[in-house]
């Protein structure tokens, strides 16, 4: 198993440009999740899903769109980027339930900064 | 709202020297505890976790106990090495719709030779 993968692992935009943060996972994960790390804040959470078709946001869900049309696959798409969204970001999955204690699986990241 | 605090870094220490890292959590249920762990340029790995009270996580000679009684959940070593050198999540989750890992700010460790 390849487990989470990301993609690109780096990107450089300039203020109002689109892209989207590739995510994959080959577990059969129902949940999947995107955070983002910026310094001395940890991880916060941008937006969730529990399942294809469903999603919900989080902590901090402004300035960004997400869609889940199959379990595989969890992109994430800055519509218009901006200064503050540079960032490093980090796609987790896990399976459903609570038998693992809600242990998740992250990706390597992928640093993105906004010119 | 829930939240984890740490110890704030960046930890020094020489090599085999014995590891605390704080962690304090607030949460309003019975959450489950975490230890993840960043080495540079990757992502983040499960070190280990606890799921209820009085509970030792341990792996690669890394210690927590779940200590409800002082909403705690500290990290120890007793002796690093220079390949523990990476930064040290303390997260939790309540397991509700959410279902999100809370994380604590990160403590960087560096073990010097």
């Known amino acids: 198993n390849a487990g989470v993968t990301q993609t690109p692992k780096f990107q450089v935009l300039k203020t109002g440009q689109s892209m989207t943060l590739q995510c994959a996972q080959d577990?059969?994960?129902?949940?999947m999740s995107w955070y983002r790390q910026d310094p001395g804040m940890g991880l916060r959470l941008i937006h969730y899903?529990?399942?294809?078709?469903?999603?919900d946001q989080g902590e901090v869900p402004n300035g960004y769109n997400v869609s889940r049309s199959t379990t595989e696959d969890f992109p994430l798409r800055l519509l218009s980027a901006a200064p503050s969204q540079t960032s490093v970001y980090f796609c987790?999955?896990?399976?459903?339930?609570?038998?693992?204690?809600?242990?998740?699986?992250f990706g390597p990241g992928t640093r993105l900064t906004v010119l | 709202g829930d939240s984890v605090t740490q110890m704030e870094g960046p930890v020094t220490l020489s090599e085999e020297a014995f590891l605390t890292i704080n962690c304090t959590y607030t949460?309003?249920?019975?959450?489950?505890l975490f230890w993840y762990v960043q080495y540079p340029g990757e992502g983040l790995q499960l070190l280990l976790k606890?799921?209820?009270?009085?509970d030792k996580g341990s792996n690669k000679g890394f210690e927590a106990t779940y200590r409800k009684e002082t909403t705690s959940f500290h990290l120890e070593k007793g002796s690093v090495q220079v390949s523990d050198s990476a930064v040290y999540f303390c997260?939790?989750?309540?397991?509700?719709?959410?279902?999100?890992?809370?994380f604590g700010s990160g403590t960087r460790l560096q073990v010097q030779p």
């Open positions: 949460a309003t249920g019975y959450p489950s």
């Open positions: 899903s529990v399942g294809a078709g469903i999603t």
């Open positions: 997260a939790l989750s309540e397991g509700t719709g959410r279902r999100a890992l809370t």
């Open positions: 577990m059969n994960h129902e949940y």
């Open positions: 987790a999955s896990r399976p459903s339930g609570a038998i693992t204690g809600n242990e998740q699986f």
């Open positions: 606890a799921t209820k009270a009085d």
